[in-house]
């Protein structure tokens, strides 16, 4: 089926683990986005992507990379997990940036726990 | 800084009672306002969203908004709610210009009984 779909959906690392999460859209959009969920917090984003090969920071990029060499593709690594980074992470992607197109298409999440 | 908040964090409602969610936004030029829905175990999805001409939007399942810029307000409203509305709601503004970031609120999880 067409949509965003991302993996794991569930995932146990340990302290100091490299975890990659993937995200992956098949309406070929342009933006992608991953965002990170927390109680008190809400949505608060950690890297965009307007194209392939090309990302930007968000709101709380620290301990995290991406990359996006294709454009259906907008994995999230988390280099050296910490506890602090356990939390649900939601990508999103949009078709391009117009007032028509502003709206996001989220995934399902990844819930992650550090241990 | 910019910012979006929710006033309301929990909110519990028998159905057919009227609801109001307040979502107020921080920020010093144009933006576009939405409220995205999560209902338990689904995605996060669009209700509605605001761009311009009339400040009053309605969007699926019978909700709707006004955009009252001089308060920087952007209420989220429903007259009369369902048991299957319970979910949590969240406010997002995005500036019109620059990044494009999206800027959510934390959130209101609202539980209606039957």
């Known amino acids: 089926d067409a949509g965003i779909t991302q993996s794991p959906r569930y995932k146990i690392t340990e302290t100091g683990r490299q975890v990659t999460l993937m995200c992956h859209q098949t309406w070929s959009h342009s933006y992608m986005f991953w965002y990170r969920q927390d109680l008190g917090h809400g949505l608060r984003l950690i890297y965009y992507s307007a194209a392939a090969d090309i990302t930007d920071k968000g709101e709380v990029p620290d301990g995290y990379v991406v990359s996006r060499s294709k454009t259906e593709n907008f994995p999230l690594t988390l280099e050296s997990a910490t506890r602090s980074q356990t939390s649900v992470y939601f990508c999103?992607?949009?078709?391009?940036?117009?007032?028509?197109?502003?709206?996001?298409?989220f995934g399902p999440g990844t819930r992650l726990t550090v241990t | 800084a910019q910012s979006v908040s929710q006033h309301n964090h929990h909110v519990i409602l028998s159905e057919a009672a009227s609801l109001e969610l307040g979502c107020n936004y921080s920020y010093g030029g144009t933006v576009n306002l939405f409220w995205y829905v999560q209902y338990p175990g689904q995605h996060l999805q669009l209700l509605l969203k605001?761009?311009?001409?009339?400040?009053l939007v309605k969007g699926i399942k019978g909700f709707e908004a006004e955009f009252i810029k001089s308060k920087f307000s952007f209420n989220l409203r429903k007259p009369s709610v369902q048991w299957s509305d319970t979910a949590e709601y969240f406010c997002a503004v995005c500036p019109t210009s620059g990044t494009y970031k999206y800027i959510f609120g934390t959130g209101t999880r609202l539980k209606v009984l039957a």
């Open positions: 605001y761009f311009s001409g009339d400040p």
């Open positions: 999103a992607s949009s078709e391009h940036w117009t007032e028509l197109s502003y709206e996001q298409y």
